[in-house]
């Protein structure tokens, strides 16, 4: 079977599908919740959206109350290989050079929020279904794409849909790095309040407001703070251009009736590897800790700053852990809150498949001032190499592209992570750069295509 000739022959098709669904914006909206629409409109919209190309392409399809769903290719039998994909996106940030729900086409490129992360490479598993379906291939197994809505957040999808319908026996989700994700670090999202004690003086300057990040699992792009003055603070023009130089970023502040409002630009990045991005958040919160604050915010910003600053392997919190298959703990501060004298920093930890998730909440919870409010654990996933499901996709993948499948290990979790045997199957090639979650998000339409060729395989291979 040339499953590439295929592919090539429904590339128009799949690319303007590809197009149109991207053009929905499908960030979490709870102003726009519904009992059918629970994530909000956009989402819901993007979820029906994607149902009804199946429906249109002659799958059977189901929705869970606007949760989750599937799009499904019966077999003769009762097992299930599972395509976990998920519609919707992380917000779209700062920076584009294009609309980020445009969609456009630039130099063999479709640019648009979700391009990789899942949006494009769902469409790419729904034709490799499709190519299946349409050639009439003998199935055994039943094909399911299980469509996930609050993947880039809760998770509340996948824990709805487990409730209601049968776990696949193997499945993939095209939602990382080829060739094969077997391990997944462990994922933990917390939250710190600010409950230091302290009492606030009427001289000097004072934090108003500090705000950072919109996600735990993204590193925060902007940050901006406003500081209450008695008066102009001198040379203040200086002292903040030759820390943003200092700091390889840019920003800018204004004065307004005794107030100074500060904002730093950094760089958004997946949670996964914080040193791939520039945490705006950390780096303002170094800046105002040169300001003689009074009162709550010294000592909020001083703690960001002492524990945040430089380290995003725990060191200073005594939580840094490493493995053979996995590599290293991962921190990211996604999220920082002070408004009114009430702080709150929320955390995202990628913790190796061998680690101790007890060990880092006991690391949290020493933090002076601070109080540990909220502690989400989702533990690692690990399938053994000699699985058949990782020797099918192995042959698959080397048979197309004519190059060894390295088993890897990630950061990132993904919906792989959902199944006893599941493992996380592209589309990311070696050598690309992983831009999921940057602004000017963008998948290549080459390796979109490739990529559905390797899905088509792989489905059949798996359920023949």
Same mark, same amino acid.
């Given at each position: #079977?040339?499953? *590439?000739q295929e592919v090539e022959a429904r590339k128009d098709d799949l690319i303007n599908d590809a197009r149109a669904y991207l053009q929905i914006k499908s960030v979490l909206d709870e102003t726009t919740k519904s009992d059918y629409a629970p994530f909000g409109k956009g989402i819901n919209d993007a979820f029906n959206h994607l149902l009804q190309l199946g429906e249109d392409s002659g799958f059977q399809v189901k929705n869970l $109350?606007?949760?989750? !769903?599937? &799009?499904?290719?019966p077999g003769s039998g009762e097992e299930i290989v599972g395509v976990l994909c998920h519609v919707d996106v992380v917000p779209e940030g700062d920076g584009w050079s294009s609309d980020p729900y445009g969609a456009e086409i630039r130099d063999g490129r479709i640019y648009a929020r979700g391009a990789l992360d899942d949006k494009g490479p769902t469409i790419a598993a729904f034709y490799a279904m499709k190519i299946v379906k349409e050639l009439g291939l003998p199935l055994k *197994?039943?094909?399911? #794409?299980? @469509?996930?809505?609050d993947e880039e957040s809760d998770w509340r999808c996948v824990e709805h849909y487990f409730k209601h319908e049968k776990m696949p026996t193997v499945g993939f989700a095209p939602d990382a790095d080829f060739p094969i994700i077997y391990a997944e670090k462990g994922i933990i999202d917390l939250k710190l309040k600010h409950t230091a004690d302290i009492k606030d003086e009427s001289h000097g300057m004072k934090l108003k407001s500090f705000h950072a990040g919109r996600r735990f699992n993204m590193v925060p792009d902007l940050a901006e703070a406003t500081v209450i003055v008695n008066e102009e603070i001198a040379d203040i023009n200086k002292l903040f251009t030759d820390f943003l130089t200092k700091a390889n970023v840019s920003g800018e502040y204004k004065y307004l009736n005794n107030e100074y409002m500060f904002s730093v630009k950094g760089k958004s990045a997946h949670a996964m590897e914080p040193n791939n991005g520039v945490n705006a958040g950390i780096v303002l919160a170094s800046f105002l800790h040169t300001l003689q604050i009074n009162g709550k915010g010294a000592h909020f910003v001083s703690t960001i700053d002492q524990i945040f600053k430089d380290d995003t392997r725990g060191e200073k919190l005594q939580i840094a852990f490493s493995d053979d298959i996995s590599g290293d703990l991962t921190v990211n501060l996604g999220i920082i809150s002070f408004e009114d004298e009430a702080g709150e920093? !929320? @955390?995202n930890i990628r913790y190796p498949v061998?680690?101790?998730? $007890?060990k880092v909440k006991a690391g949290f919870e020493q933090i002076d001032g601070f109080e540990l409010n909220l502690f989400n654990d989702s533990k690692p996933h690990h399938v053994d190499e000699k699985h058949p499901l990782i020797k099918t996709l192995q042959r698959v993948? =080397? =048979? +197309? @592209?004519? =190059? *060894? %499948?390295?088993?890897i290990a990630i950061g990132g979790g993904?919906? %792989?992570?959902?199944? $006893?045997?599941?493992?996380?199957? !592209?589309?990311?090639f070696p050598g690309r750069p992983d831009v999921a979650h940057q602004k000017d998000e963008y998948i290549e339409i080459e390796d979109l295509l490739k %990529?559905?060729? &390797?899905? %088509? +395989?792989a489905i059949y291979e798996l359920a023949k």
């Open positions: #079977m040339n499953w *590439k $109350d606007g949760y989750a !769903g599937h &799009i499904e290719l *197994k039943n094909v399911r #794409m299980i @469509i996930g809505t920093i !929320g @955390i061998t680690g101790n998730a $007890d993948y =080397e =048979e +197309q @592209i004519g =190059e *060894k %499948a390295e088993l993904t919906y %792989a992570r959902s199944l $006893d045997a599941g493992v996380a199957f !592209g589309p990311l %990529a559905t060729a &390797i899905y %088509a +395989q």
